[in-house]
């Protein structure tokens, strides 16, 4: 599990993903995770393995501040993982349960967004170091959110989702864009925290799509640790932001999800069209996942050309130097510099 980004905040779910009184099963980075939402509203996450005889904690219940196992009733405070009752215990056998734990993790709902932090630390109990991302405008009930489980480890899920070039192949289809429409682009960027943007820009008027929003849309998009990518569209002062999130569940499989949030009016009535439009893009990709894999499967070597693949690049280069800081016990330094890339699509 080591290749995957760890001490740090992962995305695990949208707040309507966990109803009051519900424990859901999500796998991260190779740990069973369940989560839960307390009946005053709070989110919590518990490793999903009940450390008595193995029993997923998702499948038992909420008691006040405890969940229950559903094959023995032991039960877990929801802020510590630590055990609070046996009910097999006779009165003559006192013993401190609460030295029986479960895995516990620093869980924070912001706005829409449920983020887990996952430590190399199993152990690790209390604040993390970082916060977890914020976006002001995921405040808002999503307007429409799909997931895919793409059958790939996360840094090709990643690679492929910052890759501009695929889009005429991949993504060829007469309402959106062809090879012939392929042409020059040049597009600055620049470091950010965990990661780097695109500057803002006007996008590609080969992008019908785009049109329909009405007035110039200016868009920048940004991508952080551990595989965090946002376009935000500005019209005016309205906003569409686009929130993708691509998550390892193991080492061949990898969660996508991607949560829309608008205040566009045309965007919301056009919402069935866009949903369909989004599918089938994701539908696209998870398509060439798999091609992939034939070759991949061979273990072949592989190429990362110039300013084209120059974000896969920059993807590996904070993976690693995220990984060298934390070994080390020192401040992340972002390997990203300022640079204007360019390359046709
Ligand atoms: S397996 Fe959970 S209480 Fe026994
Ligand atoms: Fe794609």
Known sequence: ?????????????????????????VVIAGEPITLGRKR??????????????????SAGRIIDDAVECPYHGWKFGVSDGACTDIPALT????????????????????????????SSDKRFSGTPPIDPPRFDFANRKALMSDALTLNCHVDHAVIGLMDPA????????WWWRSAKSMHAKSKAFEPRERGFAMAPHSPSS??????????????EITFRLPGIRTENIKVGDKTLLSFTAVT???????????????????IRLLKPIL????????????????????????????????????????????????AASKADGRDFVNPVKAKTLHWKS
């Open 275 to 322: 949903k369909m439009g989004a599918r089938k893009f994701l539908r696209q990709d998870a398509d060439m996942v798999d091609l992939q894999q034939m070759g991949l499967k061979f273990d072949p070597n592989l190429m990362l050309i110039e300013d084209a693949d120059t974000q896969a690049k920059w993807y590996q280069a904070l993976k690693k130097e995220w």
């Open 1 to 25: 599990m080591s290749d995957f980004v760890q001490d740090i905040w992962y995305f695990a779910g949208l707040s309507s993903d966990i109803k009051t009184g519900d424990l859901i099963r």
């Open 166 to 173: 695929h889009g005429p192949y991949v993504h060829r289809q």
């Open 40 to 57: 005053d509203g709070i989110v919590f996450a518990l490793r999903d393995i009940c450390p008595h005889r193995a029993a997923p904690l």
């Open 206 to 219: 080969n992008s019908f799509a785009y049109k329909l929003l009405g007035g110039t849309p200016v868009t």
């Open 91 to 118: 009165e003559a056998q006192a013993m401190d349960t609460t030295r029986i734990k479960v895995r516990h993790f620093p869980t924070v709902e912001n706005g829409a967004l449920i983020w887990v932090y996952l």
């Open 248 to 266: 390892p569940i193991d080492a061949t499989r990898t969660h996508i999800r991607q949560v829309f949030f608008t205040d566009i009016l045309t």
